[in-house]
């Protein structure tokens, strides 16, 4: 089994920035897969970023170049940058792992863009 905490988020104006982590309970290159995915209010849950075991990540069409995952190996943490916020960005945002067969999430954290 994996645990997962999460921290970051929070309101943040239009243009601004946020920084999202997520510590897991085991060794991270254990994980084959360990990201976000984002809920929006009324829609369904999307894929926002993932970095598999190996070092390679995937992002959703509308964050790349806005978004950046990355690793902390000795703390078993993965972090999302987001930068140059918009509003369509505002969602419940939960970090997932893909551990040998099984998806597990963390509690999600509320971020909000607005002005």
């Excluded at 645990?3 to 943040?12: A, F, K, R, Y």
Aim: with cysteine; glycine share 12%; hydrophobic share 35%.
């Amino acid at each position: 089994q994996v645990q997962l905490v999460e921290s970051g988020g929070g309101l943040v104006q239009p243009g601004g920035s946020l920084r999202l982590s997520c510590a897991a309970s085991r060794n991270i290159f254990s994980i084959y897969g360990l990201g976000w995915y984002r809920q929006a209010p009324g829609k369904q849950r999307e894929l926002v970023a993932i970095m598999f075991s190996g070092g390679n990540a995937n992002y959703a069409d509308s964050v790349k170049d806005r978004f950046t995952i990355s690793r902390d190996i000795d703390r078993n943490t993965v972090s999302l940058q987001m930068d140059s916020l918009n509003p369509e960005d505002t969602a419940v945002y939960y970090c997932y792992a893909d551990h040998t067969g099984s998806l597990y999430w963390g509690q999600g954290t509320q971020v909000t863009v607005s002005s």
